[in-house]
C-alpha cells in the first residue's frame, strides 16, 4: 500500500541532544512538509520541500534543519538550539503540479527531558 | 496574510446530533478549502475538500459549501456518532509570494466527543 510513514511513533531525548525524525513516502509525490502540532495550537509549518536538494523555510524554521537527498525521504534534525522541541511532528507530501491536496503520515511524539 | 479561524471547541454532542463547526478565512487570491480530521494519536485525515466559489465538499455524512461572499467554509453534519469523536481543522491552500509550492494554513482545530 502506498503511504507515507514515519518512525519512531514515540521518541525520547535528552535536554540538548539533536534528533533525527524520519520521514518516507512511497507515493511518488514531489513536495513533503513538515508540521508542529502543539495542544490548541494547531499545525504550523517548520520546512517544505518540492524537489530534490532544495527546501524552504516555513513559519517557525528556527532550530530546526532538514535535507531532501532523495525523492522519498524528508528526514527533519530538531537541534539543541531549538527551545521547546517538545511536541507531535507530522510529515506530510503532495503531488506536484496544481494538486493541492496534503496527505499525512501518522506522526512521531518527541519528547525532551 | 492567509489565515483560517474556527470555532473554538471543545463540543460535546448526544448521538445523532446535528453538528456545525464554524470556519472563516482571509485570503488572497483563490485558495482551495480542506476540512482534515485526526483521531487520537494519529495523522490528519482528509475529510472533505472543495475548490472554487459555491462548491460543496461531502464525505461520510459531512458536508461543507465554499462560501465565498462570506469567506466560510462551515463542516456539517445531521446526525453525529460516537465514532465521529475526533479534533477537526479546518484549513485553505496558498503560494507565498515568489513561491510555486503551494502550503496549507491550518485554523486551530476543534475537538468533538459525542456520546452514546
Known amino acids: 500500500d502506498g503511504g507515507i510513514t514515519q518512525s519512531p511513533k514515540y521518541l525520547f531525548r535528552k535536554e540538548g541532544q539533536n534528533v533525527t525524525l524520519s520521514c518516507e513516502q512511497n507515493?511518488?509525490?514531489?513536495?513533503m512538509y513538515w508540521y508542529r502540532q502543539d495542544p490548541g495550537q494547531g499545525l504550523r509549518l517548520i520546512y517544505y520541500?518540492?524537489?530534490?536538494?532544495?527546501?524552504q523555510k516555513g513559519d517557525i524554521a528556527e532550530g530546526y534543519s532538514v535535507s531532501r537527498e532523495k525523492k522519498e525521504s524528508f528526514p527533519l534534525t530538531v537541534t539543541s538550539a531549538q527551545k521547546n522541541p517538545t511536541a507531535f511532528y507530522l510529515c506530510?507530501?503532495?503531488?506536484?503540479?496544481?494538486?493541492?491536496?496534503?496527505?499525512f503520515g501518522p506522526g512521531t511524539r518527541l519528547t525532551v527531558l | 496574510g492567509d489565515s483560517v479561524t474556527q470555532m473554538e471547541g471543545p463540543v460535546t454532542l448526544s448521538e445523532e446530533a446535528f453538528l456545525t463547526i464554524n470556519c472563516t478565512y482571509t485570503?488572497?487570491?483563490?485558495?482551495?478549502l480542506f476540512w482534515y480530521v485526526q483521531y487520537p494519536g494519529e495523522g490528519l485525515q482528509l475529510l472533505l475538500k472543495?475548490?472554487?466559489?459555491?462548491d460543496k465538499g461531502s464525505n461520510k455524512g459531512f458536508e461543507a459549501t465554499y462560501r465565498k461572499e462570506t469567506t466560510s467554509f462551515h463542516l456539517e453534519k445531521g446526525s453525529v456518532q460516537v465514532s465521529d469523536s475526533a479534533v477537526y481543522f479546518c484549513?485553505?491552500?496558498?503560494?507565498?509570494?515568489?513561491?510555486?509550492?503551494?502550503?496549507?494554513?491550518f485554523g486551530r482545530g476543534t475537538q468533538l466527543t459525542v456520546w452514546p
Open positions: 472543495a475548490t472554487k466559489a459555491d
Open positions: 506530510a507530501s503532495k503531488a506536484g503540479g496544481f494538486t493541492d491536496t496534503q496527505y
Open positions: 485570503a488572497t487570491g483563490y485558495p482551495s
Open positions: 520541500s518540492q524537489i530534490v536538494n532544495d527546501f
Open positions: 484549513a485553505l491552500s496558498a503560494h507565498d509570494r515568489g513561491s510555486t509550492l503551494g502550503r496549507l494554513y
Open positions: 507515493l511518488n509525490h514531489d513536495a
